[in-house]
């Protein structure tokens, strides 16, 4: 969330709040999105678990975080525990189950 709009954004391994740019079925853009940051690999991965609208009760949720072409590729110059992003927004999908 205080990364928004910036180029390149820093990615940590741990915990991540986002929030949303448009809806997604019912949830409103303020949605908030509370999970976790892996940079362990040639690519990010963000795993959601929960969602938060305002003035409501958090809902579990299962999502990642996926852009095409490869766009949670780590920059070259990220170092380890760290991921150097181009985007600092992404796809959200909701998933069955975490693989």
């Known amino acids: 969330m205080n990364q928004t709009d910036t180029s390149p954004i820093t990615l ?6 986002s929030m949303l740019n448009s809806p997604l ?3 409103p853009t303020v ?3 509370y ?6 690999g040639p690519q990010v991965v963000v795993r ?9 009760e958090p809902i579990p949720i299962c999502a990642v975080a996926r852009l095409a072409r490869g766009q949670l590729k780590k920059k070259p110059e990220s170092k380890p ?5 181009e985007f600092s927004s992404a796809g959200l999908y909701l998933v069955n ?3």
């Open 48 to 56: 959601y678990y929960e969602a938060h609208v305002p003035d409501e």
């Open 25 to 27: 079925g019912t949830l």
């Open 97 to 99: 189950a975490f693989r």
């Open 81 to 85: 525990g760290t991921a150097l992003l």
């Open 31 to 33: 949605t908030r999105l």
């Open 35 to 40: 999970g976790r940051v892996w940079t362990g």
């Open 12 to 17: 940590y391994d741990g915990p991540v709040e």
